[in-house]
């Protein structure tokens, strides 16, 4: 894989209730980009993602994988976070490193528990979001219906982006609402809208460019003069108006067929930020919350602070830590010393070591909050033969 300069990457996180298709649709994009020759199946235990023993034999995944998709020379970083809300730390952990998210929805059972929950750290985290209905070629799909469910707990507009070109078995593609284009299949290949959809079109359409004239000044000025925006206009105008959260483009899927994932992997090359537009997160030093003091490394004292995304340790290998480094230049070694999810590493939890930032004046960055335990146990070894036992038990817990 060549290298990408940071505006050419775009780091994106899969989150949804347990079952919507994500490790699936992570599947179909690296099949569709040439990244792998064939499609795997989360049945057969084959899908890039899921890979640990223990996820192939339950079917599901456990934590979070970092899928890279190479498409139009950009570097789209997805990371497939488990469904169960009992591995939501590792979902985020994930939001708390990325710059987008996509929240997917069974287009059957529509917005679930699971989805309250990752719509809820979407807001804290002041992400920009996709909802992407999933799984329309299954019986019983409604795109109508899971849209309306999102409806009830999203805090920001939902506009469609594309509308489902059939429903059910007879789902074969997508209307692109931007290009006004069908697209079956994949979405390779473009061919006129059908005659019988138009209208439908045309009034999701309007809702879309006033979405989009919202985005800036001069468009909706335009746009309140009776002026017909282009389609470039419509696209700069989505792009400040999705990046600044005032909505979230809806989209519509079938992973497991591979239909719809063309304009998908447009959107998020087009819409959504690389990390060279995103804020950079507030630290806190010794005298409070400092404007100047980012996570990464400051030129004058070469000193880190990056929030580690995930760590894991099997019996194969060593453990690795995922992070992302806020700015600057990381030195390897240094690399999996320090985490924000409170796990002791060589003795000492995060929690001493953001103390010992603060006392000396270096930055810390805000821990993402997990959840507070239901219940706490001390585990205390009974003789001295099991303390190699209650450590490689230890160490496979605290993965998640």
Not at 191 to 211: N, S
Not at 321 to 327: E, H, I, K, W, Y
């Amino acid at each position: 894989m060549k290298e990408y300069t940071t505006e050419f990457i775009r780091n994106v996180a899969m989150v949804s209730h347990s079952g919507a298709g994500k490790t699936m649709l992570a599947e179909a994009f690296l099949h569709f980009t040439g990244a792998t020759t064939r499609l795997g199946k989360i049945e057969d235990g084959t899908t890039v993602a899921d890979f640990e023993d223990e996820e192939i034999r339950r079917r599901i995944s456990l934590s979070t994988a970092v899928i890279p998709v190479e498409y139009r020379d950009h570097k789209i970083n997805l990371l497939d976070t488990p469904g169960y809300t009992d591995f939501i730390g590792e979902a985020i952990s994930a939001l708390r490193v990325v710059d987008g998210v996509m929240v997917m929805i069974d287009a059957v059972a529509g917005a679930e528990v699971g989805t309250e929950i990752t719509l809820s750290y979407c807001d804290v985290f002041k992400l920009p979001r996709f909802v992407v209905i999933n799984k329309m070629n299954r019986d019983n799909a409604n795109f109508a219906k899971a849209m309306d469910s999102v409806h009830e707990f999203s805090s920001v507009r939902l506009v469609p982006f594309q509308l489902p070109w059939g429903e059910k078995a007879g789902f074969k593609g997508v209307l692109d609402l931007l290009t006004m284009k069908a697209y079956e299949g994949d979405g390779k290949t473009a061919r006129d809208i059908p005659a019988e959809l138009m209208d439908q079109v045309e009034t999701a359409r309007m809702e879309l460019i006033e979405a989009a004239a919202e985005g800036e000044d001069a468009l909706l000025e335009k746009y309140l003069e009776g002026e017909e925006l282009t389609t470039d206009e419509i696209l700069r105008g989505l792009v400040k108006a999705v990046q600044a959260g005032a909505f979230a483009p809806v989209f519509v899927t079938a992973g497991s067929a591979e239909i719809g994932l063309a304009r998908l992997l447009d959107a998020l090359v087009d819409l959504m930020p690389s990390p060279s537009q995103i804020p950079l997160a507030k630290a806190q030093g010794k005298d409070g919350e400092d404007d100047k003091a980012k996570p990464g490394i400051a030129a004058e004292t070469h000193q880190q602070a990056q929030p580690c995304e995930h760590r894991e340790q099997d019996d194969r290998r060593d453990e690795m830590s995922a992070q992302r480094l806020g700015r600057g230049l990381g030195k390897p070694h240094r690399f999996g010393q320090r985490s924000h999810a409170g796990r002791k590493i060589n003795g000492r939890g995060s929690r001493h070591q953001a103390q010992d930032r603060q006392r000396d004046g270096r930055a810390t960055d805000d821990s993402p909050g997990f959840a507070v335990p239901v219940r706490q146990r001390v585990l205390k070894k009974s003789r001295h033969q099991d303390a190699a036992r209650h450590g490689h038990g230890q160490n496979v817990a605290r993965q998640f």
